[in-house]
């Protein structure tokens, strides 16, 4: 389903629990976001420094869909939630952006499981996982079918796309 690629692409690795930070970076294909910017959302969404619910309370990172959501508002995006009760053919292609799932992840702390970000992104005609836990971009042969695999395993997907488009992405009348 997947084969690896040369390098060319950007491609931001995992520091920490910074995960949505480079999938921020990842979709835009450049350093576009700073973890103090992310922080500095944080505290706009919530002003208490520690122990805000926006990240982890020691400041490696772990940002929630707030985060994301307003960091996209500020670049004049937006971002639509995939009910994953439908098909992934009812995704309109067109009208997205970028492709970010959240997934389960092992935890730095024992016994503890957090969430992971990934964005998947459209480059020219061809697909590409641009994970920060993998060693390097890898090309994907068909989104629906990676996306679908995720889904199904109760992952989450959201869509990244123009505020005006948001009620375009998802055909909901189409029942595949």
């Known amino acids: 389903m997947t084969s690896v690629i040369t390098p060319g692409i950007y491609h931001e ?3 920490r629990q910074l ?3 480079h999938a921020l970076n990842n979709l835009f294909q450049r350093e576009e976001f ?4 992310l ?3 944080c505290e706009n969404l919530d002003d208490r420094r520690w122990f805000n619910p926006h990240r982890s309370w020691i400041g490696l990172g772990n940002y929630d869909a707030n985060i994301l959501d307003a960091a996209l508002q500020l670049k004049e995006l937006s971002v639509v939630w995939f009910d994953n009760r439908l098909s992934v053919t009812q995704i309109n292609d067109d009208m997205i952006l970028g492709y970010i799932f959240n997934i389960p992840s092992d935890s730095y702390i024992p016994f503890f499981k957090g969430r992971h970000w990934f964005t998947v992104r459209k ?3 061809t697909y590409y996982n641009l994970d920060s836990k993998l060693q390097e971009p890898i090309k994907i042969e068909s989104i629906l079918d990676f996306a679908h695999q995720l889904l199904s395993q109760g992952n989450q997907l959201l869509l990244v796309t123009k505020p005006e488009h948001q009620s375009l992405c998802v055909n ?3 029942k595949e």
């Open 13 to 15: 690795r995992q520091k």
């Open 19 to 21: 995960c949505l930070l």
């Open 34 to 37: 700073r973890q103090a910017e």
């Open 39 to 41: 922080d500095d959302i």
């Open 123 to 125: 480059l020219g005609k």
């Open 172 to 174: 909901k009348s189409s």
